[in-house]
């Protein structure tokens, strides 16, 4: 283990843990600008999922998000299925906790403490499929 790869991984990790605070970010400003509702909550994990989604692609792209599109590692990195996967986790994952929704009445910061972890973990996939294609 050289320390180039060890700061890579710490790079790496510390992309998967910006997922987690980019949920987190988004659900707060959300609802600093919108009223709780079931249309605004409905908006809010579309808008959750579009996170998750596109910070798959940051994560699992690595530092060729806009690289060619041609048959190479970087290029198996951005499928659909797994973009749309990641997305389906960030909505599914706020509108099962959503008050209108749910009848699980969780306040706002244990709302916020379950996103981050989910996209944590939605970070620390990406990051496995990123290495899975390289």
């Known amino acids: 283990m050289?320390?180039?790869?060890?700061?890579a991984g710490g790079f790496d990790l510390a992309l998967a843990l910006t997922l987690g605070a980019a949920a987190?970010?988004?659900?707060?400003?959300w609802y600093r600008l919108f009223e709780t509702?079931?249309?605004?909550?409905?908006?809010?994990s579309a808008?959750?999922?579009?996170?998750f989604g596109l910070g798959h692609v940051v994560v699992a792209s690595g530092d060729r998000v806009l690289g060619p599109a041609g048959d190479t590692a970087d290029s198996r990195a951005w499928r659909p299925r797994r973009?749309?996967?990641?997305?389906?986790?960030?909505f599914l994952l706020h509108a099962s906790i959503?008050?209108?929704?749910?009848?699980?009445?969780?306040?706002?910061?244990?709302?916020n403490a379950v996103?981050?972890?989910?996209?944590?973990?939605?970070?620390?996939?990406?990051?496995?499929?990123r290495r899975a294609t390289r």
């Not at 050289?2 to 700061?7: D, F, Q, W, Y």
């Not at 959503?98 to 709302?111: I, Q």
């Open 2 to 7: 050289t320390p180039r790869r060890v700061a």
């Open 24 to 29: 987190r970010l988004a659900h707060v400003l």
């Open 37 to 44: 509702s079931v249309a605004v909550d409905l908006a809010g």
């Open 47 to 51: 808008a959750l999922g579009a996170v």
């Open 83 to 90: 973009v749309a996967a990641a997305g389906a986790v960030g």
């Open 98 to 111: 959503a008050p209108a929704f749910t009848p699980f009445g969780l306040e706002p910061g244990g709302v």
């Open 115 to 129: 996103l981050t972890a989910g996209g944590v973990a939605v970070g620390l996939w990406s990051f496995a499929v």
